[in-house]
């Protein structure tokens, strides 16, 4: 049966990347027999500007009926003195909160072509490959309530909630668990549990969850404390599970051990593997319309895409195979170029992986 693909390009280098990824995805139609049917919608800054929402009701309707969801990137400068609630950003959250996508895959993988681009010594971050599986709906990102107030004495006070209930908490242990069975069988869970209550329990459910996979071994590990162990030794991690913000945090500073956020993919998943697929990195705007952003990573969430949710294994590998190629042959966008390699603009790029596909 033919499956639907929600694109949504968004804002700033958003649609230049998705312009790609969606040619890839066009090649493979044509190609491979991949029976997909694509449709476009709104969301993030340019909805807000065309339908006075960040998320408009089709958008989110269509989403709905999508198999799964193409997403570019969301924000910029000229909507950041809107109102937080019609914010670009509340179109990504909306939809994530939306569709139930609780269950945030974000690899940080280090191509040995690139171990030159990362800030990090080489033999710190070649042969890096970690797994961090991030809650996307709920935490202190959704919890309520939350605003700011004027108190009695005329002061402003901002104020947010952590929560987590306990099925929260177990549904994304489950999702982290399944994945490292698929790997080294190692996770680590990130809580602040010495001064969080909401993370203590998150701790004890992790390790409840943990006895129905006797493989798994399970750590746990102080927020602070990873954030310097992912600069200090990352190569000691499989899968990191970790709360809506930490993961935030987390998987920034994951990124970069690789060399450049344009790499890295993402995919956030709901409870039947339907999801949303992105790159981690945002909108650029600093970029856009250049033709120089990397779309390697909007180009490697469709491979994921193929993988998670619509059961082409074989066809995400051939575009991890076609990326990999294009990197072999030498060719950098700006983000990951070093001397002597041949600078690539976004297209030049996109049309190199389908060349290699
Ligand atoms: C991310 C982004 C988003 C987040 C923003 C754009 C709302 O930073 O996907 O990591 O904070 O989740
Ligand atoms: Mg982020």
Known sequence: MTKKILVLPGDGIGPEIVAEAVKVINRLQS????DVE???GLVGGCAYDA???PLPDETLQQAKEADAILLGAVGGTQWESLDIAVRPEKGLLGLRAGLELFSNL???ILYPQLA????LKAEVVSGLDIMIVRELTGGIYFGQPRGVRTLDNGERQGFNTLVYSESEIRRIARSAFDIAMKRDKRV????KANVLECTELWREVMIEVAKDYPEIELSHMYVDNAAMQLVRAPKQFDVMVTTNMFGDILSDCAAMLTGSIGMLPS????VNGKGMYEPIHGSAPDIAGQGVANPLATILSVSMMLRYSLGEAALADRIDGAVNKVLDDGLRTADIFTEGLKKVSTCEMGEAVIAAI
Do not use: F, I, M, N
């Open 31 to 34: 190609d491979s027999g991949l």
């Open 38 to 40: 694509l449709e476009e």
């Open 51 to 53: 339908k006075g929402h």
């Open 106 to 108: 974000r690899p940080a």
């Open 116 to 119: 030159s681009a990362s800030t």
């Open 188 to 191: 680590c869970s990130v809580d």
């Open 267 to 270: 995919a956030s998943l709901d």
